[in-house]
């Protein structure tokens, strides 16, 4: 390789969809099926047509990140992840987004924002993509928000980053977006010192 590795970068490319169909409405996101000209031939792809999300590394001046923990029907777990939720109220920003978020789903809100890095979660199976963002000055918002379904039970936990970096690696977190952030977030805090 000739190319220093920071000229590395995902590289856009829009082939010529052919047909996209909506195979099914969901009430959170929906799943379309694109025939695409690529290359010498076509190829169908069905995929989740996603709104895209937001997620936050909330860390107290202790050094602590804070985690929730929440049944997920898919995978079957209540796993621990971070503060996030959907780009789905018209002309939002992420980080508008991300501030409402950290309100509804902990009753926190914080002083400092800054990005900390944006991902796509599955690219071969969906188009979402999160932005994820540190939230320090952590305080409480005032009054509890009110939860129903699946975040009416969230369990919350501060947790030390160090700690939260050791349960990813050790295999014992495997919420995705938590490894992007938590490791992120410590990576930042390691390039500042």
Not at 15 to 34: A, T
Not at 122 to 133: K, Q, S, V, Y
Request: hydrophobic fraction near 40%; proline fraction near 5%.
């Amino acid at each position: 390789m000739t190319e220093s590795t920071e000229n590395l970068r995902d590289e856009p490319y829009e082939p010529e969809v052919l047909r996209s169909d909506l195979v099914y409405r969901g009430s959170v996101w929906d799943v379309r099926s694109d025939r695409v000209r690529y290359g010498e031939g076509e190829i169908v792809r069905q995929y989740v047509d996603h709104t895209g999300a937001v997620a936050i590394v909330a860390l107290d001046d202790e050094g602590r990140v804070l985690l929730i923990q929440q049944y997920r029907h898919p995978i079957r777990h209540r796993d621990w992840e971070l503060p996030a939720g959907l780009l789905d109220v018209e002309g939002e920003e992420p980080l508008a987004a991300a501030r409402r978020e950290l309100a509804e789903e902990a009753d926190l809100v914080a002083a400092h924002w800054e990005p900390l890095v944006s991902s796509w979660t599955t690219p071969g199976g969906n188009d979402e993509i999160i932005h994820l963002f540190l939230a320090t000055g952590v305080a409480s918002a005032g009054a509890p928000h009110d939860r129903e379904d699946e975040e009416a039970d969230i369990r919350v936990e501060w947790v030390p980053l160090t700690e939260a970096v050791s349960a990813v690696l050790t295999g014992r977190m495997r919420n995705g977006i938590l490894a992007i952030g938590v490791l992120a977030a410590a990576q930042r805090l390691r390039d500042r010192s």
